[in-house]
Protein backbone atom coordinates (compact mmCIF):
# COMPACT_ATOMS: atom_id res chain seq x y z
CA UNK A 1 0.00 0.00 0.00
CA UNK A 2 1.57 3.39 -0.84
CA UNK A 3 0.85 6.60 1.46
CA UNK A 4 1.32 9.92 1.03
CA UNK A 5 4.28 11.62 3.14
CA UNK A 6 1.69 13.89 4.85
CA UNK A 7 -0.57 11.11 5.57
CA UNK A 8 1.85 10.77 8.74
CA UNK A 9 4.33 13.59 8.75
CA UNK A 10 4.56 17.69 8.78
CA UNK A 11 6.97 19.75 7.75
CA UNK A 12 8.40 23.57 7.93
CA UNK A 13 11.21 25.27 5.91
CA UNK A 14 13.64 28.11 5.71
CA UNK A 15 16.24 29.83 3.68
CA UNK A 16 19.17 31.23 3.73
CA UNK A 17 20.59 32.62 0.63
CA UNK A 18 20.50 30.26 -1.71
CA UNK A 19 19.61 27.22 0.58
CA UNK A 20 16.64 25.59 1.29
CA UNK A 21 16.11 23.93 4.87
CA UNK A 22 13.29 21.42 5.52
CA UNK A 23 12.20 19.59 8.26
CA UNK A 24 10.35 16.46 8.42
CA UNK A 25 8.50 15.49 11.42
CA UNK A 26 6.27 12.54 12.18
CA UNK A 27 2.96 13.45 13.96
CA UNK A 28 3.61 9.95 15.95
CA UNK A 29 7.04 8.92 17.03
CA UNK A 30 6.57 5.74 16.01
CA UNK A 31 6.80 6.31 12.51
CA UNK A 32 10.11 7.94 12.62
CA UNK A 33 12.32 5.05 11.65
CA UNK A 34 9.69 4.32 8.42
CA UNK A 35 10.75 7.81 7.81
CA UNK A 36 14.43 7.18 8.32
CA UNK A 37 14.34 4.13 6.18
CA UNK A 38 12.35 5.36 3.38
CA UNK A 39 12.92 9.10 2.97
CA UNK A 40 16.34 9.28 2.52
CA UNK A 41 18.57 12.45 0.73
CA UNK A 42 18.74 10.71 -2.41
CA UNK A 43 15.10 9.85 -2.88
CA UNK A 44 14.33 13.66 -1.60
CA UNK A 45 17.03 14.37 -4.49
CA UNK A 46 15.29 12.69 -7.21
CA UNK A 47 11.42 13.84 -5.79
CA UNK A 48 12.51 17.84 -5.71
CA UNK A 49 14.72 17.08 -9.00
CA UNK A 50 13.10 19.82 -10.89
CA UNK A 51 13.58 22.57 -8.27
CA UNK A 52 16.70 21.57 -6.65
CA UNK A 53 19.97 21.61 -8.13
CA UNK A 54 22.70 21.14 -5.59
CA UNK A 55 23.25 18.50 -3.37
CA UNK A 56 20.97 17.43 -0.28
CA UNK A 57 22.34 16.88 3.07
CA UNK A 58 19.81 14.89 5.71
CA UNK A 59 20.07 14.95 9.27
CA UNK A 60 18.50 12.92 12.20
CA UNK A 61 17.20 14.40 14.98
CA UNK A 62 16.33 11.20 17.35
CA UNK A 63 15.74 13.40 20.20
CA UNK A 64 12.67 15.34 18.63
CA UNK A 65 11.97 12.89 16.17
CA UNK A 66 12.48 14.59 12.95
CA UNK A 67 14.38 14.61 9.91
CA UNK A 68 16.13 17.75 8.05
CA UNK A 69 17.29 18.12 4.93
CA UNK A 70 19.95 20.98 3.63
CA UNK A 71 19.08 21.66 0.05
CA UNK A 72 22.02 23.18 -2.23
CA UNK A 73 21.00 25.89 -4.99
CA UNK A 74 16.93 25.42 -4.40
CA UNK A 75 16.19 28.77 -4.55
CA UNK A 76 17.01 29.83 -8.12
CA UNK A 77 19.76 32.37 -6.61
CA UNK A 78 18.23 32.87 -3.29
CA UNK A 79 15.49 35.62 -1.79
CA UNK A 80 17.21 38.79 -3.17
CA UNK A 81 17.91 38.07 -6.58
CA UNK A 82 15.37 35.42 -7.68
CA UNK A 83 12.33 36.57 -9.90
CA UNK A 84 10.51 33.36 -8.61
CA UNK A 85 6.81 33.40 -6.88
CA UNK A 86 7.80 31.76 -3.64
CA UNK A 87 11.47 33.17 -3.05
CA UNK A 88 11.74 31.86 0.41
CA UNK A 89 10.57 27.95 -0.63
CA UNK A 90 7.98 28.02 1.64
CA UNK A 91 6.18 26.01 -0.53
CA UNK A 92 8.56 23.19 -1.12
CA UNK A 93 7.71 21.95 2.30
CA UNK A 94 4.09 20.95 0.70
CA UNK A 95 5.74 19.48 -2.77
CA UNK A 96 8.08 17.29 -0.34
CA UNK A 97 4.91 16.20 1.76
CA UNK A 98 3.54 14.35 -1.72
CA UNK A 99 6.33 12.34 -1.85
CA UNK A 100 4.71 8.65 -1.79
CA UNK A 101 5.97 5.94 0.56
CA UNK A 102 5.12 2.04 0.78
CA UNK A 103 3.82 0.88 3.79
Do not use: W
Request: glycine share 6%.
Amino acid sequence: MTIKLYDIAHSRAGDKGNTLTLSLIPYNADDYELLKMQVTAEVVKQHLSAIVAGEITRYELPNLPALQFVCQQALTGGVTTSLTMDTHGKSLSYALLEMQLTV
